[in-house]
Nanobody, 126 residues
Framework: QVQLVESGGGLVQAGGSLRLSCAASGGTFSRSAMGWFRQAPGKEREFVAGISPSGSSINYIDSVKGRFTISRDNAKKTVYLQMNSLKPEDTAVYYC???????????????????WGQGTQVTVSS
């Protein structure tokens, strides 16, 4: 079982940038695909980006393509989300999660573990 702790959120103006980090402990981080999710007030949690264990395969939802970059450092057991050109609609609590298979795509809900952490709040002001 991998324990995950997200950090790096904050308040930023539209057009600004933030870099989120997700530190893992325990489990088999280097063999797990990882993903970033977000949940805005009143909305369901949504997949944002995924990365394969080696980092060679990456997927994004359309709304963040060209603005967000997911990466990982297996030696540090950390996955990152660099967010540039932030928009007010990016405001949400951001979570990371491990996947039950090595594929970077969104997949189904059952393919992701569900022991969610507290996440990190990202607020983008207009």
């Amino acid at each position: 079982q991998v324990q995950l702790v997200e950090s790096g959120g904050g308040l930023v103006q539209a057009g600004g940038s933030l870099r989120l980090s997700c530190a893992a402990s325990g489990g088999t981080f280097s063999r797990s695909a990882m993903g970033w999710f977000r949940q805005a007030p009143g909305k369901e949690r949504e997949f944002v980006a995924g990365i394969s264990p080696s980092g060679s395969s990456i997927n994004y939802i359309d709304s963040v393509k060209g603005r967000f970059t997911i990466s990982r450092d297996n030696a540090k057991k950390t996955v990152y989300l660099q967010m540039n050109s932030l928009k007010p609609e990016d405001t949400a609590v951001y979570y990371c999660m491990t996947k039950r298979n090595p594929f970077a795509d969104k997949g189904t809900r059952a393919e992701w573990h569900d022991d969610w952490g507290q996440g990190t709040q990202v607020t983008v002001s207009s």
